[in-house]
């Protein structure tokens, strides 16, 4: 994939144009499209890897880039993904908000990407409905402006980080249906102080 991707990058005609970040944002995308059946499985694919501005490739969010565009939403939510998410998507260093959730059909696996964590600007993250096995990457826990987390109907195995005790802006939590294990310690969530929502039945949790 990614090969493709630089590939795909190298042919853009206005390539010389391009800032570094935005060569990363398009490498980044394309290297995501073709590690999850980009051109096979995905529902709707208007605009991916072409010459059109990337902040009008479709995504399932009215919009994906901010006013100064900047690619900040990528959600592709029941729309075909099937593969492995790439550590590439760590390259989309402006993201807010990043969705995959699978309804039915072709579904995600493999293992959750440690790299996710280095986007320190995600505030949302919803991995749903997938088949990612292993455990839940410690270095979520550097995700200190994440609100809301949703890691929910997979087959994520282990404990619950303690490295969740950092998040202090989290209001939603969902790590239901899962095969997670071990005692929930109190001072897990302590600093969640605007904790709203706590989803974790359908593990082995006690």
Known sequence: PQYLAVQWLNENENLRDFSDEKKLTRYAL????????????????????????????????????????????????????????????????RLTSFSVRSSAGPALFGSLPTELGLLSSLTSVSIVGNTFSGGIPATYGQLTDIEMLDLSRNAIIGE???????????????????????????????????????????????
């Open 30 to 93: 394309a290297t995501l499209y073709y590690s999850t059946g980009g051109g096979q499985s995905w529902v709707d694919e208007t605009n991916w890897v072409t010459d059109t501005n990337e902040c009008f490739w479709f995504t399932t969010s009215e919009f994906s880039c901010n006013p100064q565009n900047e690619f900040t939403l990528l959600e592709l939510d029941a729309n075909g993904l099937r593969g492995e998410l790439p550590a590439d998507v760590s390259l989309l260093s």
């Open 160 to 206: 619950i980080p303690q490295e969740f005790s950092s998040f202090t802006n989290l209001k939603s939590l969902n790590l239901g249906d899962n095969q997670l294990v071990g005692r929930l310690r109190s001072t897990l969530l302590s600093a969640a102080t605007g904790l709203v929502e706590l989803l974790l039945g359908g593990n082995s949790l006690s």
